[in-house]
T-cell receptor
Framework: AQSVTQPDIHITVSEGASLELRCNYS??????LFWYVQSPGQGLQLLLK??????LVQGIKGFEAEFKRSQSSFNLRKPSVHWSDAAEYFC????????????FGDGTTLTVKP | DGGITQSPKYLFRKEGQNVTLSCEQN?????MYWYRQDPGQGLRLIYY???????QKGDIAEGYSVSREKKESFPLTVTSAQKNPTAFYLC??????????FGPGTRLTVL
């Protein structure tokens, strides 16, 4: 069965600083990988996705993620964090089958200091 | 937002009553999903459907039921058999195996 681990429950960074959120996955085949963001009391919004090809993926709001098969990781990065980036971030791995359901990590809460 | 609407945003029910949460989509997504989110936790899959008139149990289906009579609609019923129904419920849709587009969620409180 597939699984996702987000090792950091809570991260605090200063505005303007760089950000890296970690994600490790377990899946028997080539995974589909996603990062989503959730503001309090809201639904999730897709930031970026990886299906195949270039292992460095660009997303919305200046985010990028790098797929590293050897490390089973898909870490999310942003070079300069804005106060509006404060939210909860979820990594997900999707089944590369017709069933196609995703498994989500427990999330990382990002706090941005002024 | 991927065209997923959920209603109502807040719902209050007495213990022992069944309640149905609405989820509608207008972007012709094949797949639709229901998740439960509890404070400080990730998303847990309740049910999902890849095609009309077919659906599968997720990881925590006990005490819940769904139907998929139309492609646009995937309502979730929280039955009295669900022991701890107070939670935030999220509906999502998308292409099979692909990314998911989420609705704004329904916060259910059972009194």
């Amino acid at each position: 069965a597939q699984s996702v681990t987000q090792p950091d429950i809570h991260i605090t960074v200063s505005e303007g600083a760089s950000l890296e959120l970690r994600c490790n996955y377990s899946y028997g085949a080539t995974p589909y990988l996603f990062w989503y963001v959730q503001s309090p009391g809201q639904g999730l919004q897709l930031l970026l996705k990886y299906f195949s090809g270039d292992t460095l993926v660009q997303g919305i709001k200046g985010f990028e993620a790098e797929f590293k098969r050897s490390q089973s990781s898909f870490n999310l990065r942003k070079p300069s964090v804005h106060w509006s980036d404060a939210a909860e971030y979820f990594c997900a791995v999707g089944e590369n089958t017709n069933a196609g359901k995703s498994t989500f990590g427990d999330g990382t809460t990002l706090t941005v200091k002024p | 937002d991927g065209g997923i609407t959920q209603s109502p945003k807040y719902l209050f029910r007495k213990e022992g009553q069944n309640v149905t949460l609405s989820c509608e989509q207008n972007l012709n997504h094949d797949a639709m999903y229901w998740y439960r989110q509890d404070p400080g936790q990730g998303l847990r899959l309740i049910y999902y459907s890849q095609i009309v008139n077919d659906f599968q149990k997720g990881d925590i289906a006990e005490g819940y039921s769904v139907s998929r009579e139309k492609k646009e609609s995937f309502p979730l019923t929280v039955t009295s058999a669900q022991k701890n129904p107070t939670a935030f419920y999220l509906c999502a849709g998308g292409p099979r195996g692909g990314e998911q587009f989420f609705g704004p969620g329904t916060r259910l409180t059972v009194l």
